[in-house]
């Protein structure tokens, strides 16, 4: 196994053992109340993130644009290369996935 996939494991199940966070692994990624919001690509982990932030990681060469093979680049889906941040933007990716949209009932 290869360390992108040891990373990969080891967010995930840090996400799946908080109680709080409601997360389930699938074969797809992880997802949140049935919505995808973070996976594994290549040596990649691809996050949802809120279109604001994705363009000012984007800005500061943090993340790269996520290329669909649906719909070209994603102004809201990124590709993170430092495993260092796979924690962080996953979870900032549960956040903004799992949310209902303002002016929405829970």
Known sequence: MDDAQVTYDAVANEL???ADYDV???????LVKGRLFAFLE??????DLPE????DLQA??????????RGGDSR???????????SEL???AHTYVGEP???RQS
């Open 16 to 18: 799946l053992e908080d």
């Open 24 to 30: 389930d692994a699938t074969p797809d990624g992880l």
């Open 42 to 47: 290549g040596r990649e982990l691809v996050v």
């Open 52 to 55: 604001a932030r994705s363009a």
């Open 60 to 69: 500061r060469g943090i993340v790269v644009p996520f290329h669909s093979t």
């Open 76 to 86: 809201t889906w990124v590709r993170v290369a430092d495993r260092e941040l796979w």
């Open 90 to 92: 996953a979870r900032e």
């Open 101 to 103: 949209p303002v002016g």
